[in-house]
């Protein structure tokens, strides 16, 4: 088997037990990472410093020193919106392009001391607003598995990595969305973990109250190892996929929602394994559904208006911006001024609050929600222009985010060859059970 085919598990064992020497790891990510130059999956390549950090492990393992690490030696990507000491940070914006942190965001030193090695920073949307990665200043991401296609965003080179095998772990941010949908679009596994689970100081959010750091994996073994290790939380038992007596919910709404033939194929095909498993399906209503993408768009396009003054104020240069950024102050400006204030932005609010309700109302009975991640696989390039896309994009995902529940997308089943994701939102914490359904789905179609 090729290094670049391990996963991240089996690559730190292989690397503990001394069968691969971390530099051997390394340079073959960096190899891959060259050659898929043309997808344009990272703004960095932290190729020497990775070479002397996989040094480093070496030395270590010799000196018996180490060995106990989750992620000895595993290549892992971090999308640009999070710092890294003395390695650029660019939120893919021309108004970052020389900023260079002084310190690590609090994730990626939990990588370190896990042992993990920081290969790059991967392309984003322009400080991650966006479904495609076609608003990066650096260009857009083009997918692995077709290149005339987008990747999904905002963490579109995070996934699209991952999906490449230029590294076997990535971390992304979600907000709205911005790791589930790339995964889906990607073939990868996308997890954004319950709102707060894991410290999010270090990376330069705007939307406080949603972003959430991500992870981008391919396998979902994978994922609750790289959890374990950003989230802190040990003990958490393996998952074995096995998903019998459990309850899962399907919202009638998520039947009404528009979706291609292939996505509502895959979805009635998703709910059927998990049956033949052993899981109770059963359907419930989120009467509130509809409402969650433009109660998001308010919501976040209000505190991004709001945390951007910070970022202003030590980078005037605004014209350096791109227009989705503009757009997006613009309205967060206009919901929150005069009148609108009460007529969107409240409204919004009652919104959450309500959707917050309903999702846990039916998590009360449910284990966990079964729903697509994206009502399309992933869109030519140059298709996001057009709003009625867009919306389509991430309709499934925003109501999860105001909810603050964890949510991980998997690969089940291909349209015209590409990729769909199905969702499990679980309730909160409960990131391992989510990750075992999930197991379940993958280990049914391998
Ligand atoms: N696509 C969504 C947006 O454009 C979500 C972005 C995100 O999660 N950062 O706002």
Redesign the pocket.
């Known amino acids: 088997m090729k290094i670049t085919d391990y996963t991240a598990a089996s690559l730190s064992a292989a690397i503990t037990s001394g069968e691969i020497t971390p530099t051997a790891a390394v340079s073959a990510y960096l190899e891959k990472i060259r050659e898929d130059r043309q997808l344009n999956d990272f703004i960095t390549v932290c190729a020497d410093q990775a070479l002397q950090d996989a040094e480093k492990v070496e030395q270590d393992l010799k000196d018996s020193k180490r060995t106990d690490k989750k992620l000895l030696g595993v290549p892992v990507a971090v999308k640009d919106n999070i710092c890294t000491a003395g390695v650029k940070t660019t939120c893919a914006s021309r108004l970052l392009s020389d900023f260079v942190p002084d310190s690590d965001a609090e994730v990626v030193a939990r990588l370190k001391r896990a042992g993990a090695i920081i290969i790059g920073k991967t392309n984003m949307d322009e400080f991650?607003?966006?479904?495609a990665n076609e608003y990066s200043a650096f260009g857009c991401v083009r997918n692995a598995l077709d290149i005339d296609r987008v990747a999904g965003?905002?963490s579109g080179g995070s996934a699209n990595a991952v999906a490449a095998g230029e590294v076997p772990l990535a971390l992304g941010?979600?907000?709205?969305?911005?790791v589930r949908?790339p995964a889906a679009f990607c073939g990868v596994v996308g997890l954004k973990p319950t709102y707060g689970a894991i410290d999010r100081r270090g990376v330069i959010g705007l939307c406080p109250s949603m972003e959430q750091v991500g992870q981008l994996s391919k396998t979902c073994d994978d994922a609750l190892l790289l959890f374990s290790v950003v989230s802190g939380r040990d003990g958490l038992r393996d998952i074995d996929g096995n998903v019998r007596g459990i309850t899962v919910g399907v919202a009638k709404e998520f039947f009404q929602a528009e979706k291609s033939d292939g996505v509502r194929q895959a979805f009635d095909n998703a709910i059927r394994t998990l049956k033949s498993l052993g899981v109770n399906v059963v359907e419930v209503s989120i009467p509130s559904f509809f409402a969650g993408l433009p109660a998001y768009h308010v919501l976040?396009s209000a505190e991004a208006v709001h945390s951007f003054k910070k970022v202003v104020a030590a980078y005037p240069h605004t014209e350096l911006l791109g227009d989705e950024v503009k757009r997006r102050m613009l309205t967060g400006a206009v919901v929150t001024d005069g009148e609108n204030y009460d007529k969107l932005y409240i409204n919004a609010a009652k919104v959450r609050t309500v959707i917050t309700a309903e999702y846990d109302n039916v998590l009360s009975v449910c284990d966990a929600l079964l729903c697509p991640t994206t009502a399309t696989v992933a869109t030519p390039i140059g298709g996001i222009t057009d709003p009625q896309q867009e919306h389509m994009?991430?309709s499934y995902l925003a109501p999860v985010s105001l909810a603050g529940l964890p949510a991980v997308s998997v690969p089940f089943g291909k349209e015209n060859g590409l990729p769909i994701g199905v969702q499990i939102i679980g309730k909160r914490n409960a990131e391992r059970d989510i990750l075992n359904i999930g197991k379940s789905l993958m280990n049914a179609v391998k």
């Open positions: 991650a607003f966006g479904s965003g905002s941010t979600d907000t709205g969305g911005s949908q976040s994009c991430d």
